[in-house]
């Protein structure tokens, strides 16, 4: 069972350039998250999807455009990326039930040059 | 404004010590507060959920608390396998998907 998966892992761009980061998950969830994680600030959400179809801006939004492309992915979208942009990217997915959880992908390093 | 905030930000014990993480926040109408382990070069890993002041959950070394301003991870009789990064996080009551992390603390347990 994969779980989340992102790609790529690493990535290097150099200002302005534009990239997506892929994110897939095979557990059925409907809500899917991406965030970015800095050091020193903790995790912070950038866009949400509660499920396929729709999509809502989180805490930290500007610079990135999401696709809620079918159940199972979601991607993120930096279409002229900028020093600022530089941090480790992080794709989760949600479980409601007994006891609420989320699940992350094993992250992906950017670096903007 | 939400805010957690984690305690010590680094701890190293001795294999077998025992100690306790902290983790403070400030939410107006608590629906869930998380705790997860980070690995270096990984994603977060789910422990716990603790959605009620008294609560607590065990799994293995560690076990969570829950009071009306603070969460305690405690962690018995470490092993060099515990060495990690753990967060904090806390979700409001009021529908909005955002969760609010803490920036962790980092263990170390030394053989």
């Known amino acids: 069972n994969a779980g989340v998966t992102q790609t790529p892992k690493f990535q290097v761009l150099k200002t302005g350039q534009s990239m997506t980061l892929q994110c897939a998950q095979d557990m059925n969830h409907n809500s899917m998250y991406w965030y970015r994680q800095d050091p020193g600030m903790g995790l912070r959400l950038i866009y949400y999807?509660?499920?396929?179809?729709?999509?809502d801006k989180g805490e930290v939004p500007n610079g990135y455009n999401v696709s809620r492309l079918n159940k199972r992915e979601f991607s993120l979208r930096l279409e002229s990326a900028a020093p600022s942009q530089t941090s480790v990217y992080f794709c989760a997915s949600r479980v409601r039930g007994v006891e609420e959880k989320l699940f992350f992908g094993s992250g992906t390093q950017l670096s903007v040059l | 404004e939400d805010q957690v905030t984690q305690s010590p930000e680094a701890l190293r014990l001795q294999e077998g010590e025992s100690s306790s993480l902290n983790c403070s926040y400030t939410v107006s109408g608590l629906r869930g507060l998380f705790w997860y382990r980070q690995d270096p070069g990984k994603g977060p890993e789910f422990l716990f959920t603790l959605y009620s002041a008294g609560e607590e959950k065990e799994k293995e070394r560690l076990k969570a608390t829950l009071t009306k301003k603070e969460s305690f991870l405690h962690i018995t009789a470490p092993k060099p396998e515990d060495s990690a990064t753990y967060l904090c996080?806390?979700?409001?009551?009021?529908?909005?998907?955002?969760?609010?992390f803490g920036t962790g603390t980092r263990l170390t347990i030394i053989p």
């Open positions: 999807s509660a499920s396929e179809g729709t999509t």
């Open positions: 996080a806390v979700h409001k009551r009021g529908g909005n998907e955002k969760l609010t």
